[in-house]
C-alpha cells in the first residue's frame, strides 16, 4: 500500500450496518437453550414471508444454497436446462450444474445489466428442451432494479419454463406501471435472496427461497436438513414409532440457518426501511451530480427509477478504456469500487463446457460497468469525496 493510500481512510463499494441492538439480540440467542434451528429462525421466515407478501420463506445458509435447494425442489436434474444472465455472480449458474443441468446464457440490455426478453426467447427457440424435464428461467433483478418479469414470465411460460426470480441484489425493490415488487412471487414460482453483509439485509452468510407454494417450502425445509422431516414420521404409523425415530425420504444437503443468524436477520429485517431510505438518498445524489459537467463527459449513467433498491451504484464509462485506469485510480486514493460482473460465461469452467461465447449487450455492459461506493452507513462527506476524486481522474485522464 502506498502513502498517498495509508494518509486517509479507505471508502469500500459496501459494507454492512450492524449496530448494538443486532449484537444483544444475538448475544440473546447464544444465552438461550437454541442456537439453531430453534424458534428465531421460525420468526425470522414469517416475518421475512410476510415483509415479502408470500405464503412462505425457508431461510437456509448462504445464497448459493437458496439458488441450489429452489432448483432441486423443482426438479432440476440431468436433462433439465437453465437458462440466466451472464450479469451475475457465478452462483446463479453454478447451482444448475450442482443438479447436473445444463446451462444456457442469454443477453442482457446493455444499459441495465438486465436480461433481455427478446435474447430468451430467441435463446429458447435455439435450445431443444425436453418437456418431460423441468427447465427454468432465471432473471437476476441486477443491481436492485426490477428485471423485466412479467415479459420474462410470458415468453418462458409458452416455452414450458418455469420463472425463478434471483433477488439476491433487490429486496425491496418494485417496478413501474403497476409491475410487482421483488420476490413477490407474482410472477415466478419462487424467489431467492441472500445476506451476506454487502446486501440489504446482514446475517453474516445466509440466504432465503420465498414462495407462495406450500409443496414446494416443505420439500425445500426437507432438503436443507439432510432429506429428513418431522413430517415425514407423523402420519397414521407415528403412533407406532419411538420419539427418537426419524427416516431420511431423499438425499439432502446440510444448508441450514442458525438461529444466531436468524436473531440477527429479525434486528436487519426491521432498519430494512431505513436502509432503503439511505439507499436511495445517496443514488439520488449521485445521480443529480453526475449527470452535470465534468462527469457527463465521460460517464453515462443507467436510467433511473423511483422503485430501484441500490444494492450497487454503477455508472458505465463512455469509453470503455478509461474503466480501469479509473479503478486503479480511486484505488491508490482509498476508493475501492468493484465490477459486477465478468460475464460468467467468460470463466474457464464455462469456456469448457460452452465454448467461446461473446453476447453483445452483456459485452457492452461488462466493458463499461464499475461499481462506486454506495452502502446505508456511507456519510455525505464520503460521498463528496468520491465525488471529488472521479472529477480528479477526469481531470487527469
Known amino acids: 500500500m502506498d502513502s498517498l493510500t495509508t494518509c486517509m481512510e479507505t471508502i469500500p463499494y459496501s459494507r454492512q450496518w450492524i449496530d448494538e441492538e443486532d449484537v444483544e439480540a444475538v448475544c440473546r440467542v447464544l444465552r438461550s437453550d437454541w442456537v439453531t434451528q430453534g424458534p428465531t429462525l421460525a420468526s425470522f421466515e414469517n416475518a421475512l414471508a410476510k415483509r415479502a407478501g408470500v405464503k412462505r420463506a425457508v431461510a437456509v445458509s448462504h445464497g448459493t444454497a437458496a439458488l441450489h435447494l429452489s432448483y432441486a425442489a423443482l426438479g432440476v436434474e440431468k436433462g433439465s436446462v437453465g437458462i440466466t444472465t451472464p450479469i451475475t455472480f457465478a452462483a446463479t449458474a453454478n447451482a444448475f450444474r450442482y443438479c447436473g443441468a445444463e446451462v444456457r446464457f442469454c443477453d442482457v440490455d446493455p444499459l441495465t445489466g438486465n436480461m433481455d426478453p427478446a435474447s430468451l426467447s430467441q435463446v429458447i427457440e435455439e435450445t431443444s428442451l425436453d418437456r418431460d424435464k423441468t427447465n427454468l428461467v432465471v432473471p437476476v433483478s441486477y443491481a436492485g432494479r426490477l428485471a423485466p418479469l412479467d415479459k420474462i414470465e410470458e415468453v418462458a411460460t409458452k416455452a414450458g419454463c418455469q420463472v425463478v426470480e434471483d433477488a439476491a441484489h433487490s429486496l425491496g425493490s418494485y417496478g413501474q406501471g403497476g409491475m410487482s415488487a421483488s420476490a413477490s412471487c407474482e410472477n415466478s414460482v419462487s424467489a431467492v435472496l441472500s445476506f451476506h453483509p454487502v446486501k440489504?439485509?446482514?446475517?453474516?452468510?445466509?440466504?432465503?427461497?420465498?414462495?407462495?407454494?406450500?409443496?414446494?417450502?416443505?420439500?425445500?425445509?426437507?432438503?436443507?436438513?439432510?432429506?429428513?422431516?418431522?413430517?415425514?414420521?407423523?402420519?397414521?404409523?407415528?403412533?407406532?414409532?419411538?420419539?427418537?425415530?426419524?427416516?431420511?425420504?431423499?438425499?439432502?444437503?446440510?444448508?441450514?440457518?442458525?438461529?444466531?443468524?436468524?436473531?440477527?436477520?429479525?434486528?436487519?429485517?426491521?432498519?430494512?426501511?431505513?436502509?432503503?431510505?439511505?439507499?436511495?438518498?445517496?443514488?439520488?445524489?449521485?445521480?443529480?451530480?453526475?449527470?452535470?459537467?465534468?462527469?457527463?463527459?465521460?460517464?453515462?449513467?443507467?436510467?433511473?427509477?423511483?422503485?430501484?433498491?441500490?444494492?450497487?451504484?454503477?455508472?458505465?464509462?463512455?469509453?470503455?478504456?478509461?474503466?480501469?485506469?479509473?479503478?486503479?485510480?480511486?484505488?491508490?486514493?482509498?476508493?475501492?469500487?468493484?465490477?459486477?460482473?465478468?460475464?460468467?460465461?467468460?470463466?474457464?469452467?464455462?469456456?469448457?463446457?460452452?465454448?467461446?461465447?461473446?453476447?453483445?449487450?452483456?459485452?457492452?455492459?461488462?466493458?463499461?460497468?464499475?461499481?462506486?461506493?454506495?452502502?446505508?452507513?456511507?456519510?455525505?462527506?464520503?460521498?463528496?469525496?468520491?465525488?471529488?476524486?472521479?472529477?480528479?481522474?477526469?481531470?487527469?485522464?
Open 200 to 397: 440489504h439485509l446482514c446475517t453474516a452468510e445466509g440466504g432465503a427461497v420465498v414462495t407462495n407454494d406450500d409443496a414446494l417450502a416443505e420439500r425445500m425445509s426437507c432438503l436443507r436438513s439432510h432429506g429428513i422431516s418431522r413430517s415425514s414420521i407423523e402420519g397414521e404409523n407415528s403412533t407406532n414409532m419411538p420419539g427418537w425415530h426419524y427416516e431420511q425420504k431423499e438425499l439432502g444437503w446440510n444448508y441450514r440457518m442458525t438461529d444466531l443468524q436468524a436473531a440477527l436477520g429479525l434486528g436487519q429485517l426491521d432498519k430494512l426501511d431505513f436502509f432503503l431510505e439511505r439507499r436511495r438518498a445517496l443514488a439520488s445524489r449521485y445521480g443529480e451530480a453526475l449527470a452535470q459537467a465534468p462527469f457527463s463527459e465521460f460517464l453515462d449513467l443507467p436510467p433511473s427509477e423511483e422503485g430501484h433498491a441500490h444494492h450497487l451504484y454503477v455508472v458505465l464509462f463512455k469509453d470503455p478504456a478509461l474503466r480501469d485506469s479509473c479503478y486503479e485510480f480511486l484505488k491508490k486514493r482509498g476508493i475501492h469500487c468493484q465490477v459486477h460482473y465478468i460475464p460468467v460465461y467468460r470463466h474457464p469452467y464455462y469456456e469448457g463446457i460452452l465454448g467461446r461465447q461473446r453476447l453483445p449487450g452483456a459485452e457492452s455492459f461488462f466493458s463499461r460497468c464499475l461499481s462506486i461506493p454506495l452502502f446505508p452507513k456511507m456519510t455525505d462527506e464520503e460521498q463528496e469525496r468520491v465525488l471529488e476524486e472521479l472529477a480528479a481522474f477526469h481531470g487527469a485522464a
